[in-house]
């Protein structure tokens, strides 16, 4: 069985050299700058833990509506919710919908912010480092979640998988792939279905742990069924956990 590597990231943040100062020039922008511009602008909230009520999910929804005074493009930009695309492709289709429909005003549509108020583009540029842990089996699996930093959770559900790019899979994020490709394929399919913006990380990691400490508790309970299964038939305990097995 192939190891599983636990890596986390470092971000450093850096100018892009674009800036738009218009609806227009927003879109312009949002056309053409690199998918991790978009993937700084609208997850570093995700990132950043920010997962204790509402807020706007982008910084374009934050500039439209406080700088621009655009409150109905923030408010369409703030409504994207990224669990919604697998890709940043789609996820930049999407904001570029949300700008279209307000081209038909083009005052509007070039109307520019005062001088000092112009959107920046950013990118994020990660640097990808290993965390010393690795797993070989579901015990050292399990093991290494609870001792790995929040960074890492972030890496190998979200960040890795939208840096991702060719085909589909259905088992997108990195644990679940190792899961399934290491012969775990009901441990993987729990994995994936647990949705990792739901939360803060920290929580996210309990809903993890709980997927393997439930089959873990499992694993302890067959063992004493089979031990109790050498006894003699007349032993009331045997007997007990012999019916629980057939309940299980």
Known sequence: MKPF?????VEAVQLTGRKAGSLLELYLCLKEVEASSLYHHTHRFYRDHSFLGPWDRSDFALWASQNLKEEEAGERMGSLDARDYRTLEDL??????????????????????????????????????????????????????????TSCLYHHLIEAPLHYHGEERPLANDFSRWLA??????????????????????????????????????????RVLDRAGRHSEGDAAARWLQRWRKGD
């Not at 590597?5 to 990231?9: A, I, K, Q, V």
């Not at 290993?130 to 579901?138: D, F, I, Q, V």
């Not at 490709?181 to 742990?209: K, M």
């Open 5 to 9: 590597l636990f890596m986390t990231s």
């Open 92 to 149: 930049r289709g999407a904001l570029l919908a949300c700008l279209e429909p307000l081209m038909v005003d083009k005052q509007r549509w070039i109307r520019r912010v005062p001088p000092g108020l112009e959107f920046h583009f950013c990118k994020a540029v990660s640097l990808v480092l290993p965390t010393g842990r690795s797993a070989r089996n579901l015990e050292g699996f399990l093991d290494a979640l609870e001792g790995v930093d």
């Open 181 to 222: 490709d290491s012969g775990f394929p009901e441990q993987a399919r729990a994995v994936a279905a647990i949705d990792p913006y739901h939360r803060d990380l920290e929580a996210l990691r309990e809903d993890l742990l709980s997927v393997f400490r439930k089959d873990h508790l499992k694993a302890l309970v067959r």
